[in-house]
């Protein structure tokens, strides 16, 4: 087995690896640019070499960089993670020109799948179901436009070098064709260096179904069943799950055998992943291939009882497959989300910012975490905001996601917005329970996920305040020379009548005021013309427990100084921000007349200039942010007084870009 491993990548896959790597006694080496200096991998490794700037471009994507770091500490081999340049041919092909184990595929295999079109080809000789489409290399606008017409529609536009979703594009007539692959053509060009495309018949309401598959220098391949992925928005994965809840024992083995048909043909060796898309009907396509580990890999491996980057490491040293296929088993159901430092009720946008509290559950049989950071981190502007991966397991699917929800339940992260809360309606949502989700179903129901404009119940605030008021009398400074004084209770005592309390507490523009009396368990609460009486009420860090008028409830719930979490009997998450009771002032957003950066990042288009009269949301710029792309609109009609921005310019969150005439 190799003795030093470089990992070539951060975060959490690198994490993950260093991991596997401590486990069967090799030495981990770990690389990190400018902006990762403290990061978890470079701590978590046995050493570390910088390798450049805080961007991708100026450290974890530079080959030169990375070998030169790889041969200075002696590295056998290099595990490339995924993304970043996991399925980049020059990098495997430099890898084995300086005779360091490339854990992955041989470049030819990669290269192979990198062209989605030369891929389709490729599986046609090979019988794999395809898609009827183009993936021809004749890439005029106008023969494409032909193309598209003859294929018919619905129809997508697919950057045929891209993945992850990136510069997809639906279009459902001939009129939106040109605009479409406009747009597809300038993503494709700024992500991956390359503009050219491929068509194919769109399938409506689709399953995205994926096969792990598994391949060595014997001759052996194999796949560990599949992953349903089609819980998706935007084309990237949101829940991913095995087993898929949709096949049968007979269309799993046709799949099954058709992902290693599709190995088989580029002489696949180690980890890897073919892609489906599956009709209604249960007919199957191939989509494509990744030629690396996948983020999702871990429900494979509570599911199996296997650890794939060993698996990896272990066949990049010449070893066989650990297994037959008719050796491979699979127990139980496990589910994959992941959390970001991102905003959903701000369509996603990505966060950055430090960690200030982080609260995940216990790791157990049940309960697994991969993460690249932990609390008092800072999620970058620089990389993909994920925080964490929470994977669940259980001996079927409905205990599965009664784990998952739980497990969410007990998340909790101060600083950065996240999806938690998304997530959570994602888990209890009809459609996800009953299976019957496609990749299309949450950009169609998207509404459905989000809080929006939801109003807190009344019991919830009741509860809200109960939990706040046991807080604060729990959490009064006691005199140390006098520690029974009646001046160190936070009960509002006066003389002659009961003393009120005002709770306050704000969530986005709303402002809720809450007035109490009475002091230890027992109140008498008013929200507006709603009263209620509180009797018996305790929590005990975890949950608050009371009798709300002779009814007794239980709530999951947090209380802090400056906020309180909770859960309200549908499972809804509410964190409502404490504010002072008689203090407060609106606040003034005052906007209609500037656009700003919502976000630190990088100018890609600039669609006005001064003097431009332009309508209410109408598209002024295009920024890219955490590996996306915002389009910022007009607040208003009017007429643009100033752009401040140009092509290419690097702005920071807050900037003002374009100002408009009063």
């Known amino acids: 087995m190799f003795e030093r491993v470089l990992i070539a990548n951060r975060g959490e896959i690198a994490c993950r690896v260093i991991r596997s790597c401590r486990r069967l006694g090799i030495r981990s080496i770990a690389v990190y640019s400018e902006a990762d200096r403290d990061a978890q991998h470079v701590r978590l490794a046995d050493e570390a070499w910088p390798i450049g700037g805080p961007r991708p471009a100026e450290s974890y994507l530079r080959i030169e960089a990375i070998l030169d770091a790889a041969k200075k500490s002696g590295a056998q081999a290099i595990h490339p993670g995924y993304g970043f340049l996991s399925e980049n041919t020059a990098f495997s092909r430099a890898c084995q020109q300086a005779g360091i184990a490339f854990i992955g595929p041989d470049p030819e295999s990669i290269e192979a799948m990198g062209s989605k079109a030369a891929a389709k080809q490729l599986m046609a000789k090979h019988d794999v179901p395809l898609v009827p489409g183009y993936d021809g290399d004749k890439q005029d606008n106008a023969f494409l436009a032909e193309q598209a017409h003859a294929i018919g529609y619905p129809l997508i536009i697919k950057p045929s070098a891209g993945g992850g979703g990136k510069g997809m594009q639906i279009v459902r007539s001939d009129a939106e064709f040109p605009e479409a692959l406009a747009t597809a053509q300038r993503v494709a060009q700024a992500a991956f260096g390359d503009a050219s495309m491929l068509l194919e018949r769109y399938i409506e309401q689709p399953r995205h179904i994926e096969f792990q598959i598994f391949g060595d220098r014997h001759g052996h391949v194999i796949h560990l069943g599949e992953r349903e992925c089609s819980a998706q928005r935007r084309y990237q994965k949101v829940l991913e ?122 790791p157990s049989r049940h309960v697994r975490l991969d993460g690249g950071v932990i609390e008092g981190d800072t999620v970058t502007i620089f990389y993909d905001p994920m925080i964490a991966k929470l994977i669940v397991w259980d001996t079927d699917r409905p205990q599965a996601l009664e784990r998952l929800r739980e497990a969410l339940a007990e998340c909790e992260i101060e600083g950065p917005k996240s999806n938690i809360a998304f997530l959570e309606r994602l888990a209890r949502h009809p459609a996800v329970v009953e299976a019957r989700i496609d990749t299309g179903y949450l950009d169609r129901h998207l509404d459905e996920f989000v809080s929006g404009h939801r109003e807190p119940g009344v019991r919830t605030l009741f509860a809200a305040a109960t939990a706040a008021l046991l807080h604060d009398e729990a959490n009064i400074a006691a005199d140390p020379a006098d520690p029974h004084s009646p001046w160190a209770s936070a009960d509002a005592w006066r003389v002659g009548h009961a003393g009120k309390r005002v709770v306050a507490f704000v969530r986005g523009e709303a402002r809720y005021e809450i007035e109490a009396w009475g002091h230890a368990g027992d109140y008498r609460l008013q929200h507006g013309d709603t009263a209620c009486t509180v009797r018996g009420a305790r929590h005990d860090g975890h949950a608050l427990s009371a009798r709300f008028d002779d009814q007794a409830e239980r709530f999951d719930l947090l209380a802090h100084a400056h906020r309180v979490l909770l859960h309200d009997a549908d499972g809804q998450r509410w964190r409502l921000e404490r504010a002072a009771a008689y203090a407060w002032k609106s606040s003034d957003s005052a906007g209609g007349n500037q656009i700003i950066a919502p976000m630190p990042g990088r100018i890609v288009l600039v669609k006005a200039k001064p003097g431009d009269t332009v309508e209410e949301g109408q598209e002024l710029l295009v920024m890219e942010a955490m590996k996306m792309e915002l389009a910022l609109k007009a607040p208003r009609a009017g007429t643009i007084e100033s752009v401040s921005a140009t092509q290419g310019d690097f702005v920071e969150a807050d900037a003002v870009l374009v100002r408009f005439a009063d």
């Open 241 to 362: 799950e095995t087993p898929s809840p949709f096949l049968t024992p007979e269309k799993r083995a046709a799949m099954g055998a058709a992902a290693v048909a599709a190995a088989r043909a580029v002489n696949y060796v180690g980890a890897g992943t073919v892609e489906f898309i599956v009709a209604p009907n249960g007919e199957f396509f191939f989509m494509e291939m990744n030629t690396r580990l996948q983020v999702e890999h871990p429900v494979t491996e509570l599911t199996h009882g296997v650890d794939l980057v060993e698996w990896q490491l272990r066949v990049a040293n010449g070893e066989a497959l650990p297994l037959t296929q008719d050796e491979v088993v699979s127990r139980g159901h496990a589910i994959e989300v992941r959390l970001y430092a991102e905003d959903p009720e701000q369509n996603f946008l990505p966060g950055s910012g430090k960690l200030q509290r982080l609260r995940l559950p216990a």
